[in-house]
């Protein structure tokens, strides 16, 4: 475990908020030179802190309108069921989080949609019909806070 100090949760918070900014942006923001924040960047990154950086993407602009938390309960259990479904899930493209969780349910998917007839499509004919899959339960995005 990497020791961090108040400049690095400064840093971290800053790439939290925009993965994109140089240091020398980054170091400005936090009341360091661009060569300290250069480095301090690189040892949170070797310290495996940072694991990296990604684009975010406006799903809106993209043409995704709704947002839907599933819980997906497997009607077998099993090793081959789980890989099964695991495979399955991960190759449908508006599912954008796959989280294998404990609970009422075995996963948590984070399914993205133009909108609702778009998602009973793609619920109908892509999440009912993989390997295992037993109860669904579904949320629908109203907003996003933060």
């Known amino acids: 475990m990497i020791e961090l100090d108040e400049k690095d949760r400064a840093i971290l918070q800053a790439l ?10 980054v170091g400005k923001m936090v ?5 300290a924040t250069w480095r301090r960047i690189r040892r949170l990154q070797e310290g495996g802190v940072i694991l ?6 406006n799903r809106v602009a993209l043409g995704f309108e709704v947002v ?3 819980g997906v309960k497997l009607a077998a ?6 890989e099964d479904f695991e495979r399955a899930v991960c190759a ?30 793609i619920l109908r004919r892509r999440i009912m019909t993989l390997p295992g899959v037993g109860e669904v339960e579904s949320n629908v995005m ?4 933060g």
């Open 77 to 82: 259990k099993g090793r081959a069921s789980l």
């Open 92 to 121: 449908i493209p508006e599912v954008q989080l796959v989280q294998h969780v404990l609970g009422v349910y075995d996963y948590r998917l984070k399914v993205v949609a133009r909108d609702l007839s778009d998602f009973e499509r």
């Open 31 to 35: 009341g360091l030179t661009q060569p």
């Open 16 to 25: 939290k908020a925009d993965g994109g900014l140089k240091a020398g942006e």
């Open 68 to 70: 839907v938390y599933l």
């Open 52 to 57: 990296g950086r990604r684009v975010r993407l």
């Open 142 to 145: 109203l907003s996003e806070i």
